[in-house]
């Protein structure tokens, strides 16, 4: 089974500086999707980044990037020019490439991220 | 983007009675629904995945006749919590695809 690990509970940020959150993942799969979801106080998941496992190129979205490293099983978030409205759970995901009822979602423990003035 | 709503946003309901929530998907069809629970400061973790016309699909450990799933239209799929219990206390979410999910529901059971 694929698990996802998010080794930070807590991070902090201040505005306008830029913040990497860690995910790595455990699958003998060779094609699968990766994501990172928003979890604002709200609790309304927002999808913010997505990042199929077969392309080489790392996954842009305005201000957030990521870096994947197949090799290494590790998938971090970068957020540059960070904001207050970034604050918020980072939850990263892990989906393989199937179709129907086995393409679940599976989500690491999450993050929390603060962002200080 | 699409727009998923869930009824109710939160609820209080007694210990031994059922309750309703219905996750309705309001611009598009899905033929595959997921429902999850996340417990206070914890991860989402599914429960089941609700396909269109047929039956679901429950995660390990997950009781299926104490968490009843309909998904009778392509728009809806609702979930029962039958004679809910305090430990049945949490936040369901359900999404749409992996990319839409509802604002989720509150779930007290006192």
């Known amino acids: 089974a694929q698990t996802v690990t998010q080794s930070q509970p807590e991070m902090s940020v201040q505005e306008a500086e830029t913040v990497t959150l860690s995910c790595t993942y455990d699958?003998?799969?060779?094609?699968?999707?990766l994501f990172w979801y928003k979890q604002p106080p709200s609790r309304q998941m927002i999808l913010v980044i997505r990042q199929e496992a077969y392309k080489q190129q790392n996954a842009t979205e305005n201000r957030f990037s990521v870096n994947f490293q197949k090799a290494a099983k590790s998938f971090s978030l970068k957020i540059s020019d960070s904001q207050l409205g970034d604050a918020a759970m980072y939850f990263c995901?892990?989906?393989?490439?199937?179709?129907?009822?086995?393409?679940?979602?599976?989500f690491g423990t999450g993050t929390r991220l603060q962002v200080t003035l | 983007g699409a727009v998923v709503s869930q009824h109710p946003s939160w609820v209080i309901c007694k210990s031994g009675t059922s309750v309703k929530i219905e996750c309705r998907s309001l611009?598009?069809?899905?033929?595959?629904m997921f429902w999850y629970r996340q417990f206070p400061k914890q991860s989402l973790m599914l429960m089941a995945t609700?396909?269109?016309?047929?039956?679901?699909?429950?995660e390990q450990g997950v009781e299926k006749d104490k968490f009843l799933i309909n998904h009778a239209s392509l728009t809806l799929s609702t979930l029962t919590v039958t004679s809910a219990h305090p430990e049945d206390s949490s936040f369901y979410i359900c999404?749409?695809?992996?990319?839409?999910f509802g604002p989720g529901t509150r779930l007290t059971v006192t």
């Open positions: 999404s749409a695809g992996r990319r839409n």
């Open positions: 609700s396909n269109e016309g047929s039956k679901a699909t429950y």
């Open positions: 611009d598009f069809q899905a033929t595959t």
């Open positions: 995901a892990y989906r393989t490439f199937s179709t129907g009822t086995a393409s679940k979602l599976t």
């Open positions: 699958t003998s799969e060779s094609d699968y999707y």
